[in-house]
């Protein structure tokens, strides 16, 4: 939720925020400027889960506790 307050997606109690916004996930390939650079902001939020690939816990770990720090503060 901090990485939308900060870059004026999400509301916080200053200001509104967006209405809407799009996700760009590694997966996808984007053409527009705005698009690769709002992916390349946002692909520090995915994990990647793959067949036959092992799990890297630290980093789902992190992204659980990131996620659930900003459940507590709502």
């Not at 527009?32 to 816990?57: C, E, K």
Request: with cysteine; hydrophobic share 35%; net charge positive.
């Amino acid at each position: 939720m901090d990485a939308l307050c900060e870059r004026g997606i999400a509301g916080n109690n200053h200001s509104g925020g967006k209405r809407g916004f799009r996700v760009y996930p590694p997966w996808v390939i984007t053409t527009s400027r705005q698009a690769i650079n709002s992916q390349g902001w946002q692909l520090g939020y995915f994990l990647s889960v793959n067949d036959g690939m092992s799990l890297d816990i630290n980093r789902a770990r992190d992204l659980y506790h990131l996620a659930n720090q900003a459940a507590r503060r709502q």
